[in-house]
């Protein structure tokens, strides 16, 4: 199965319900074996780079699970590898593994894993002025908070570090001709926490 997160977001939330069901085997048999994430940790990343290839990560999967079909190891090696580059970032995998196993699933590592491939098709449609869009929202973004706090003295000065206006990345991406779902634009604001306004 060779399909890129962009390529993952076409297939909709069952894919990741996938990974992430997978993932969540990989980890209960972790926690079987009584290892730590420092355990872990030095276990994968036994040449200290920081990365596997696709073939050392599946089978470091295989030794942690043997009861997992291969196919489903080829699926998260897929989705951690999305640019198709060979390499597996032993950080990203642990980030994962530790939150799961910190059972901080519920809005985190699983809201995050779907809004990946909309990230991902975002940034892959605004190609070349991807940087120029993100200065252009966080300048618009700082605008509006200054306004804010110009014509409501009452508001909280907090309101500087809640991040970024909904509205604002919003039409900003319709601006630069980037479409969303409802059902993606919900899910980028829960993930993010973007202000209504």
């Not at 992430?20 to 994430?37: G, T």
């Not at 909309?118 to 200054?146: G, M, P, T, Y």
Request: net charge positive; with cysteine.
């Amino acid at each position: 199965m060779s399909l890129s997160r962009g390529k993952q977001a076409s297939k909709g939330v069952t894919n990741m319900q996938q990974v992430f069901a997978i993932m969540k085997q990989i980890c209960e048999s972790i926690e079987r074996r009584r290892l730590s994430i420092i355990q872990l940790n030095a276990a994968i990343d036994i040449n200290k780079t920081g990365f596997l290839s696709r073939q050392e990560f599946v089978n470091i999967l295989h030794n942690l699970a043997e009861n997992i079909p291969l196919e489903s190891f080829r699926i998260v090696c897929t989705f951690f590898d999305d640019r198709n580059t060979g390499k597996i970032s032993v950080f990203e995998f642990i980030r994962i593994v530790q939150e799961i196993l910190n059972q901080q699933i519920g809005g985190g590592v699983y809201a995050f894993m779907q809004v990946q491939p909309i990230i991902h098709r975002i940034i892959n449609q605004l190609s070349v002025d991807c940087d120029k869009f993100f200065d252009e929202v966080a300048d618009k973004n700082q605008q509006w908070i200054e306004a804010e706090l110009k014509t409501n003295p009452s508001i909280n000065p907090s309101l500087r570090q809640i991040g970024l206006n909904k509205s604002i990345f919003l039409s900003s991406l319709s601006d630069y001709g980037v479409a969303l779902s409802e059902k993606e634009k919900a899910l980028i604001s829960r993930v993010f926490s973007m202000t209504k306004q």
